[in-house]
Nanobody, 123 residues
């Protein structure tokens, strides 16, 4: 079993930045790719970004590439999502996710979910 706890959401103005964190715990957490999936009100869940178990590979949705950066600190079992140049379309609940690999995560084949953290981009 893997437990995921997110932090770092909040309200930010358009063009601003936020950093999300997700700390994982569990016996086999090091075997999983980690990432972020978001869900805006009235919309389906959407892949955002993922990083491989070793922290060497990354995968991004086209809508965030160049603005968001995912990274991991395996010693802390923590994955980060640095979000820059935010716009109102980025408003959503952001869920931390764990999956077999970054490709599976991008297809929303997720094994474990966090509870989610709200990100609101508004002036």
């Amino acid at each position: 079993q893997v437990q995921l706890v997110e932090s770092g959401g909040g309200l930010v103005q358009p063009g601003g930045s936020l950093r999300l964190s997700c700390t994982a715990s569990g016996r086999t957490v090091y075997n999983y790719a980690m990432g972020w999936v978001r869900q805006a009100t009235g919309k389906e869940r959407e892949f955002v970004a993922a990083v491989g178990a070793a922290g060497l590979t990354t995968n991004y949705a086209k809508s965030v590439k160049g603005r968001f950066t995912i990274s991991s600190d395996n010693a802390k079992n923590t994955v980060y999502l640095q979000m820059n140049n935010l716009n109102p379309e980025d408003t959503a609940v952001y869920y931390c996710a764990a999956a077999r690999n970054t490709y599976t995560l991008a297809l929303l084949g997720v094994d474990y979910w966090g509870q989610g953290t709200q990100v609101t981009v508004s002036s």
